[in-house]
């Protein structure tokens, strides 16, 4: 397929999203990117704005499995992994696939799991597999989390570590629709949702060939300079007491060529970079103890970090 038709293919996909999910094709746009690069999604927003509904919008759209995961304090590892069950015809444990065995795998209100379960999905999230009893069981391929969490209700939830944290490539909120959204919502939840007129857009085959042509976008020098000092800046910033790591590097690189290559362009420019640093930094910086204690957020962190480090002047190959 053309770079063109795949292309076409991407931005069908996101229209059809935007004809589900009212007002949020940017929002829309940045979860592609992520999973493009090969990254995971946390969506971090108040209840009611349609978290939920955008992942279960690009599960139907696209030709792939999918899963849904209700976050509770006594969900179990198992209970996202799967584990070992007794076949009672051979008298044998056999591994019994959980939920996580989809090609998209929505997990809401995570941080209503404990740390333990939690943990659980590192493995997922970054080696694609799974380890029980010692054997190891690969995940299907292409393969995506999309996690959704509260950052207004606090009780009975249990923040994520920064490890799990750094397993999210682009964290991102839907925020409220503006009048007119808002007004077409109730015109559409008036009448009954028909979901069968939701038809797949893609599959496995067409999402990895996305994948493949948004990788071979241009990274040039001045993009990637800024790229790196920007993730080395909040190394060294007086109120981030743990910065970006190399691995975050990496995949900003691979996330600023997805979109480039969702906006049609060949090349990654400093803009490009800009606009995807407080969704790829943001959630990833840890406040020091005096910051934290001025309730300084991640995402003021990010936007002092950008403030400190020079746009380079754009060049294209």
């Known amino acids: 397929m053309a770079q063109d038709e795949l292309l076409s293919t991407a931005h069908q996909l996101l229209d059809e999203i935007d004809r589900w999910v009212l007002g949020k094709r940017r929002q829309a746009r940045l979860l592609l990117t992520a999973w493009l690069a090969g990254g995971h999604v ?12 955008l992942a279960r919008t690009v599960a139907r759209l696209t030709d792939l499995s999918f899963a849904r995961v ?3 304090p006594d969900l179990l590892p198992q209970d996202i992994t799967g584990g070992p069950i007794y076949n009672m015809k051979t008298g044998e444990l056999v591994f019994r696939p959980g939920p996580v065995f989809h090609h998209i795998v929505l997990v809401d209100e995570i ?3 404990t740390p333990r ?37 606090m009780e009975g939830t249990f923040p994520l570590p920064e490890a ?12 409220y629709p503006d009048a007119a959204d808002e007004r077409r919502l109730i015109d559409n939840f008036s009448r009954p949702e028909d979901w069968s007129q939701a038809k797949p857009v893609l599959d496995a085959d067409g999402l990895r060939r996305l994948q493949e042509a948004a990788q071979t976008v241009s990274l040039n020098d001045a993009a990637l300079d800024y790229l790196v000092a920007l993730c080395r800046q909040t190394r060294e910033h007086p109120l981030v007491a743990l910065g970006a790591s190399p691995r975050t590097t990496v995949r ?35 406040p020091s103890s005096a910051a ?26």
């Open 292 to 317: 934290a204690v001025s309730r300084v957020s991640g995402q003021l962190l990010v936007d002092q970090v950008l403030q400190s480090v020079p746009v380079p002047v754009e060049q294209t190959p």
């Open 164 to 175: 799990e944290l750094d397993r999210f490539l682009i964290s991102l909120s839907l925020g």
């Open 70 to 72: 209700q976050g509770t």
């Open 117 to 153: 379960t939690q943990a659980a999905l590192l493995e997922c999230m970054e080696e694609r597999q799974v380890t029980a009893d010692g054997v190891t069981h690969p995940l299907p391929d292409p393969f995506l989390v999309i996690a959704t969490q509260n950052p207004v209700e």
């Open 111 to 113: 941080n209503r799991t």
């Open 252 to 286: 900003f690189a691979q996330a600023a060529r997805a979109w480039a290559f969702l906006e049609g362009r060949t090349f990654v420019t400093p803009d490009d970079i800009k606009l995807l640093a407080p969704h790829i930094l943001g959630h990833r910086l840890q």
């Open 42 to 53: 946390l969506l971090d927003d108040v209840p009611g704005v349609a978290k939920t509904r």
